[in-house]
């Protein structure tokens, strides 16, 4: 099952994330507003793997938290395939970028990550819709057309979700 790691966004990009879930929602599209668990809240994902080891949770915990580091998110992305999923890029920044790979060091070796969150080919982004068919993606775009092209904010925290758990926490060193 899936165990990740991800960075929490402050109320203002949250709320904006949110607010576009709704729109593609109220349009009957796909939208990550569909699920509707406790845990489920806009974020950047860091690192994923299968299992999270003891040594790498206590890894994690001692990775500097973010909180209040500079985010800023970007325009439409489309990761394509079969269907697409639909999501805000994440303007990359020297932080953000080392906390990334700050994560990815605490990770290394885990089982099962995927080498699209390595440094070098990690895309960060929010995600705001998946499987999208080709149709609905062009409805979706239209839908957000005018939305605040790049919002900046800050982070919120660091968190770990575990999949089979369907549990979330926060995580990091605090300064």
Do not use: K, Y
Request: charged fraction near 20%.
């Amino acid at each position: 099952m899936v165990q990740s790691v991800e960075l929490v966004l402050d109320a203002g990009l949250d709320q904006l994330v949110r607010e576009e879930w709704a729109l593609l929602l109220a349009a009957d599209l796909p939208s990550q507003a569909r699920h509707t668990g406790e845990s489920n809240a806009p974020h950047v994902t860091l690192g994923l793997a299968s299992v999270v080891t003891p040594a790498a949770e206590e890894a994690l915990r001692s990775v500097p938290g973010p909180a209040g580091m500079t985010v800023r998110l970007g325009g439409w992305l489309v990761f394509s395939g079969r269907r697409h999923v639909l999501a805000r890029a994440v303007v990359p920044s020297a932080d953000l970028l080392s906390l990334h790979a700050q994560v990815t060091t605490a990770m290394d070796g885990l089982p099962d990550q995927p080498s699209t969150t390595t440094p070098g080919r990690w895309t960060p982004h929010v995600t705001l819709a998946r499987r999208l068919t080709t149709d609905q993606l062009a409805r979706a775009l239209d839908r957000l057309g005018g939305r605040p092209r790049q919002p900046e904010g800050t982070v919120a925290g660091l968190r770990r979700w575990d999949g089979e758990a369907r549990v979330a926490w926060g995580i990091g060193a605090t300064s």
